[in-house]
């Protein structure tokens, strides 16, 4: 089956720095990524679309300045946390749609980021 | 605003009780998928019922759909200590062919006892 994979898979920064998180396809190629955000004991909230060789399409209420989106293959995105705030910590899931008739989409496993 | 309500939002059943868990949302769908959630994890496509479709079955799952008053149901059959876990439904929207922007519920936390 479709596997999709995140690095790190959890993550300690320091306030301030920033952070790189990776979503790789690694049995299908991926030309929409998404990246959603989930609080502890929240659902998750769709952040931006990803899409390979475009810029990202940010939803309502989320920075692109501050989580810069880079689809530069078909099979990488990453999510950068610029300047990171301890408010930032979250868990932070990527999905990726596959290319062909059903377009299912796969999850990866998350990356759990800390700012302290 | 999430599209998706779900409820209950806790749900606590001893082994082999069905568990049912219902979802609401509020525009127009093409799809609508149920995803589990073990604490921490990432999440694991349970099963996608389409507009168009009414119910679905994948081994102890059952889905129904009932699109005139926007609402879903899961079924858990036979439930195990290891259904324990969040249960959230996605709708994907009307209008175009990506399944991928979804939208979420809030999820129901179900608690099996063995």
């Known amino acids: 089956g479709a596997v999709v994979s995140q690095h790190p898979s959890w993550v300690i920064c320091k306030s301030g720095t920033s952070v790189k998180i990776e979503c790789r396809s690694l049995?299908?190629?991926?030309?929409?990524m998404f990246w959603y955000r989930q609080f502890p004991k929240q659902s998750l909230m769709l952040m931006a679309t990803?899409?390979?060789?475009?810029?990202?399409?940010?939803e309502q209420g989320v920075e692109k300045d501050k989580f810069l989106i880079n689809h530069a293959s078909l099979t990488l995105s990453t999510l950068t946390v610029t300047s990171a705030h301890p408010e930032d910590s979250s868990f932070y899931i990527c999905?990726?749609?596959?290319?062909?008739?059903?377009?299912?989409?796969?999850f990866g496993p998350g990356t759990r980021l800390t700012v302290t | 605003s999430q599209q998706g309500e779900e409820d209950p939002q806790a749900l606590s059943i001893q082994e082999g009780e069905n568990a049912t868990m219902n979802c609401s949302y509020k525009?127009?769908?093409?799809?609508l998928q149920w995803y589990r959630q073990n604490s921490g994890r990432g999440l694991v496509h349970l099963i996608l019922i389409r507009s168009n479709e009414r119910e679905k079955h994948s081994g102890r799952l059952r889905v129904t759909l009932d699109t005139s008053k926007k609402s879903s149901s899961l079924l858990i059959t036979a439930s195990r200590a290891a259904d324990t876990a969040s249960y959230f439904c996605?709708?994907?929207?009307?209008?175009?062919?990506?399944?991928?922007?979804?939208?979420f519920g809030q999820g129901t936390i179900l608690t099996v006892h063995p």
């Open positions: 049995d299908f190629q991926a030309t929409t």
């Open positions: 999905s990726a749609e596959g290319i062909g008739g059903g377009r299912e989409q796969y």
């Open positions: 996605a709708t994907g929207p009307a209008g175009g062919t990506s399944y991928g922007k979804l939208t």
């Open positions: 525009t127009s769908i093409n799809n």
């Open positions: 990803s899409n390979e060789g475009s810029k990202a399409t940010y």
